[in-house]
């Protein structure tokens, strides 16, 4: 890969960045206006070799407004965002199991793993996790501990709890 765009966005929860693809396929995206840190999400063979910034005259990307449509109360928005991400064989029947878990309905990582069909794999359920890219796009917030515990999210707790908590559409019920 050789161009990518990068873009940050406002948003409730703080900066959102996007970086995507010549095509528009979200690589990574996350709560930061730190590009550095939105390109060390990917692994160093996949990161672009030039990275432009966002014209903020040319016409809105379809992943910052679904990022908009999201946080105005429309969870689905998300769901049709192209994602581009490279990994094992497991890793993307993962990214892809994540993105069938429904807002308001996560799971623990025990139930991630049961999903993947390998229920004696939940380290590898949370390393799927823990190496996903385009976050939001892929919801690994939707995977919690065992007992409901938030465990871990790249992008910090307070970010993944209010996450959790406008898709169950009621507040400071996870803890």
Same mark, same amino acid.
């Given at each position: 890969? %050789?161009?990518?765009?990068?873009?940050?966005?406002? %948003?409730?929860?703080? !900066? /959102?960045?996007?970086?995507?693809?010549?095509? !528009?396929?979200?690589?990574?995206?996350?709560?930061?206006?730190?590009?550095?840190?939105?390109?060390?999400?990917?692994? %160093?063979?996949?990161?672009?070799?030039?990275?432009?910034? /966002?014209?903020?005259?040319?016409?809105?990307?379809?992943?910052?407004a679904?990022?908009?449509?999201?946080?105005?109360?429309?969870?689905?928005?998300?769901?049709?965002?192209?994602?581009?991400?490279? !990994?094992?064989?497991?890793?993307?029947?993962?990214?892809?199991?994540?993105?069938?878990?429904?807002?308001?309905?996560?799971?623990?990582?025990?139930? /991630?793993?049961?999903?993947?069909?390998?229920?004696?794999?939940?380290?590898?359920?949370?390393?799927?996790?823990?190496?996903?890219?385009?976050?939001?796009?892929?919801?690994?917030?939707?995977?919690?501990?065992?007992?409901?515990?938030l465990?871990?999210?790249?992008?910090?707790?307070?970010?993944?709890?209010?996450?959790?908590?406008?898709?169950?559409?009621?507040?400071?019920?996870? !803890?």
């Open positions: 890969m %050789t161009t990518a765009t990068i873009q940050t966005i406002a %948003t409730p929860d703080g !900066g /959102f960045t996007l970086l995507a693809d010549e095509a !528009g396929h979200v690589l990574a995206s996350g709560w930061t206006a730190d590009a550095g840190r939105i390109l060390e999400r990917l692994r %160093t063979a996949d990161r672009p070799s030039t990275v432009t910034a /966002f014209d903020t005259n040319a016409p809105q990307t379809d992943a910052a679904a990022v908009a449509a999201y946080y105005e109360g429309e969870l689905s928005a998300i769901d049709d965002v192209r994602v581009a991400q490279r !990994g094992t064989e497991m890793q993307r029947a993962g990214w892809e199991a994540l993105r069938r878990i429904e807002p308001g309905h996560p799971l623990t990582y025990a139930e /991630f793993a049961i999903l993947l069909g390998s229920p004696n794999a939940v380290r590898a359920a949370a390393s799927i996790c823990a190496r996903n890219a385009p976050a939001l796009f892929v919801p690994c917030h939707r995977v919690l501990r065992t007992g409901g515990a465990g871990g999210f790249a992008w910090g707790l307070e970010v993944k709890r209010s996450l959790l908590e406008r898709e169950a559409g009621v507040p400071a019920l996870i !803890g």
